[in-house]
């Protein structure tokens, strides 16, 4: 790239920086009203640089940079000061336009410029350099959509002609350019200017079609299924058991012959229709390997008529996409081909989060966009959902759709070309390793959804069929290069009071070059970081916003000037509230023993108080048993994962004496079909006697196995743990179930049936 031009001396006397990078709060100074039109220069890449002096003083009529020119275009801003400049940059992310405004000053003094961009910029007024993202390397503009209150700068003017040249790089997410002045910085409605329609919508040429990873890295194949023979590999793939599905007035079958091997290297998931109008579908497969990080291909023809959908994805098995990214897999869908019936030719990426934290209505089609940015502000726990429809000249023929996952970034692609870029800054990472998904996409429409977003049914013409000819996973060779080793730790021990702040200590040591930047994440979300230049390097991280309620699980993130990034091992943080273990008696009476404690009769109390988790109310909102707490029914809780992690219940104790306890929980078979017994693990679960306040000391535990189940059926049927024996002491006590180390969802907590033992003669 060329150095900038030196040219700050010659016009020094005229325009002097007086606050650069001030404070976003500060009121704007000056009077001055930009121009709505612009003299527009492109398409530029990055590597091109910056013009001469003498061009970054005037407006030219053809900009030259090197050996390349272009001629300016005329462009005009909106009403939220934002310049769309795709026409001008092309669609990959680092092309560059130059704009140009030309004005005058009636008075000489302050003038405030405000600067947005989507997602770098370097802007000079008469060829000095007053205000620049491009330093900031990734974190770019930070904030998006890009507004014109993102980065103001306070600017000395002399009173005369000036020139202001602005040298955009576009983004993923769009190219926008925001520019504006005083005025339209004491504009409240620029404050609140809407994403553009880009941030929703992608698009990709057939010109730039292509296959394969992206350049810039050299990547090794680790996996991959071709789909070549007859039948499905089942030593790869775990065919998921093929579920009900119903439509009004239609008679619907569930068939497994409608997924199979083609014989010409493609694996066929299709949709029928018998002569008598039954409609056939099939299933979905998950692949026995998983992975966290690499690149990940697959290469398509999508399905096109309405009724369903289809779609390559990745998760865990069983389906979790808990609360702490940290600990449970979430969901990239790489692609879903709705909407439907196809009136565009477009099919969606999305990122979904902890998706426990709250149901969305309506389609989940418009679910993106939820939960997104500003990360490093949230103080709460929340859903993201977050993505883009990619629009394509041609729907019909292959396809190459493709996901890379780093530790701080996802990026989409279609047919080469990049759709689609999430950071750590706009949504939570994690790297928990998932599954890879493909599946036939089958709903029933509620009575009031006329139009669903999948389409009708009745609409559709068959046979409909996704053909999937490869996926692949690879993984970023680095050649021998390491990623910085990390180390993260409590600066004090604990325990630590909600709203105390909490400091970590983190070392980074890099083998190869320097550490660049070291960050502190709290369950997959961003709490803290700093930038470093150093082979070692050390921080304190001092944060009051560790979330309440939960147990935080910390990461601590080092990348290197290569961009090669090491992760910490995890360090388990909970915040103390004071209320933990107390709560009153369910009802106002108390569970006796001898006798059955039924799972839904906890303490009464709320989140915290009864229980420890990470959401509340029922997990089916039909459901009105404690539908303000976690409860799920009278006779079963839902434990583990981001359920409940501990229950207390009020008792009293008959008599001091022996006592037999027999556990009974559910688990429908549904969660454990994909668990291998050579790769099941068995979790604990303990009985505490606590009191007021307290865990209290361990009187039993239970093994659950991870292949464990209790049948079909979800709470019901329950099934025996086995019975243990127990001293007990008489009187009011509170025993406390501790499941935090269960992890498999859809595990319910149902009943402990405690007995005396009769006592010998």
Known sequence: MKSRPRCALVTLLLVTCVGAGQGRGAAPQGTLSLPKRALVFG???????????????????????????????????????????????????????????????????PNTLGFGADWWYEAYLDGV???????????????????IRDFPVTVHMAKGEHVLAIRFLRGSGSAMLAVGGPADLRNPAIRKAPAPPSAKLASVTKAGQRDGPPSGKTWK??????????????????????????????????????????????????????????????????????????????????????????????????????????????????????????KTNDVSHCYHCSVKLARLPGDQGNAKGVGEGRILDSKALGRTSSGRRVVMEDYAGWHTVGFQWTPLEHVFYVDGQETLRQTYRDVPVTNVPQKIWISSCLRTPKAEQKRPFYGRLEEATFPDRLVVDYVRVYEHDTGGRTPPQVTVALAQPGPFKEGVPVSFKVTATSADTKVDSLMLFSMGRIRAEKAVSAARAEMTFTVSSLFPMVTNTIVAMARDETGLVGLSAPVRVE???????????????????????????????????????????????????????????????GVGGSRAQWITYEVDVAETGDYEAELFMNRCDHYTKGVEAKTARREPVHLNLGRSGSAGSALLTWQLPTSWDSGYGWRRPTKSL???RVRLPAGRHKLVLVCDEVTVPGTFFCMLDVRAVAKSR
């Open 43 to 109: 398409p530029f890449v990055r590597e091109d640089g910056v013009p001469g002096p003498e061009l970054l003083r005037r407006v030219p009529k053809t900009l030259v940079i090197g050996d390349k020119q272009a001629t300016g275009r005329v462009a005009s801003v909106d009403a939220f000061r934002r310049l769309d400049c795709a026409p001008f940059c092309g669609s990959a992310v680092g092309n560059t336009a130059w704009v140009y405004l030309a004005f005058s000053v009636d008075t000489a003094g």
């Open 129 to 147: 350099l007053v205000s620049e993202t491009l330093s900031r390397g990734s974190e770019g503009n930070e904030a998006w959509p890009p507004s």
């Open 221 to 342: 194949l680790v996996w991959n299924e071709e789909f070549d023979g007859a039948t499905l590999d089942t030593d790869k793939w775990h065919v998921q058991p093929l579920k009900k599905w119903t439509w009004p007035d239609t008679k619907i079958e569930s068939d497994p012959a409608n997924m199979f091997l083609d014989r010409k290297g493609s694996l066929v998931l299709q949709l029928t229709q018998d002569a008598d109008g039954t409609i056939r579908h099939a299933g979905s497969i998950n692949s026995r390997f998983e992975q966290a990080y690499g690149y990940f291909e697959t290469r398509v023809q999508f399905s096109r008529q309405p009724g369903w959908w289809t779609a390559v994805w990745m998760a865990g098995y069983p389906y979790d996409c808990g609360v702490d990214t940290f600990v449970h897999a979430q969901e990239f869908d790489i692609f879903e081909d709705f909407y439907k019936p196809k």
């Open 575 to 637: 915040l103390i509230t004071g209320r933990e273990y107390t709560g009153t008696a369910w009802q106002g009476k108390a569970q006796q023993i001898p006798g059955r404690i039924l799972g839904g009769c906890y303490d009464e109390g709320g989140n915290g108080v009864a229980f420890r988790s990470d959401e509340t109310g029922p997990s089916d909102a039909r459901l009105t048993h404690r539908k303000d707490e976690l409860g799920d029914t009278p006779e079963a809780v």
């Open 722 to 724: 086995g019975t243990q």
